[in-house]
């Protein structure tokens, strides 16, 4: 087999597990993790517990999308600064951090650059026309009927793809296709 067939069935199986996460349980920060370290062998329970607080974009106040944050922390597992760096040369940690931060702001720029904004009231927006949350009772019902849990769902699915493609290759163009 291929490393490209290899890496689509990789890219396939993390996108279909990450919408059926999200669909099931909701929560599209932690459900985009989890697609992740789950296909890609990395589970860490704590941090997947801790993204759980980052959905509906920040504790549900519509800042960053769950999906970008969730997805921006497992690149974080892989070319992340380890906390001991933080005792040592202040030089060498502050290259790490930088390192670390390029390839969560090229997936941050892909992803504004595919849904329109990386806030995620300003994408529900785009989805439903207004700003709904499932938080209250009737707007839920409303998000329903507008399909916007499942255009959610695909935004998830979509993003974590591209997380782990971004996984081998953290220099992906803004413009390639996975």
């Given at each position: 087999m291929t490393k490209k067939k290899l890496n689509k069935k990789i890219l396939d199986r993390v996108e279909?597990?990450?919408?059926?996460?999200v669909e099931e349980y909701?929560?599209?920060?932690?459900?985009?993790?989890?697609?992740?370290?789950?296909v890609c062998g990395f589970k860490d329970d704590l941090i997947g517990k801790a993204a759980v607080g980052l959905s509906g974009g920040v504790?549900?106040?519509?800042?960053?999308?769950?999906?970008?944050?969730?997805?921006?922390?497992?690149l974080g597992l892989k070319y992340?600064?380890?906390?001991?760096?933080?005792?040592?040369?202040?030089?060498?940690?502050?290259?790490?951090?930088?390192?670390?931060v390029e390839p969560?702001?090229?997936?941050g720029k892909w992803f504004e650059r595919k849904f329109g904004s990386i806030n995620c009231r300003d994408i529900?927006?785009?989805?439903?026309?207004?700003?709904l949350t499932r938080v209250v009772p009737w707007q839920e019902e409303w998000m329903e009927e507008l399909g916007v849990p499942k255009k959610c769902a695909q935004l998830v699915a979509q993003t974590t793809r591209?997380?782990?493609?971004?996984l081998e290759n953290p220099t992906l163009g803004i413009t390639e296709e996975v």
């Amino acid at each position: 087999m291929t490393k490209k067939k290899l890496n689509k069935k990789i890219l396939d199986r993390v996108e279909s597990r990450a919408y059926e996460l999200v669909e099931e349980y909701h929560g599209c920060a932690q459900c985009s993790l989890h697609a992740i370290q789950e296909v890609c062998g990395f589970k860490d329970d704590l941090i997947g517990k801790a993204a759980v607080g980052l959905s509906g974009g920040v504790g549900g106040l519509g800042a960053a999308c769950g999906a970008l944050t969730g997805a921006s922390l497992a690149l974080g597992l892989k070319y992340g600064r380890e906390v001991s760096m933080l005792s040592g040369p202040a030089e060498e940690a502050i290259e790490q951090e930088l390192a670390a931060v390029e390839p969560v702001a090229r997936l941050g720029k892909w992803f504004e650059r595919k849904f329109g904004s990386i806030n995620c009231r300003d994408i529900r927006r785009s989805f439903a026309g207004t700003d709904l949350t499932r938080v209250v009772p009737w707007q839920e019902e409303w998000m329903e009927e507008l399909g916007v849990p499942k255009k959610c769902a695909q935004l998830v699915a979509q993003t974590t793809r591209r997380a782990v493609a971004m996984l081998e290759n953290p220099t992906l163009g803004i413009t390639e296709e996975v």
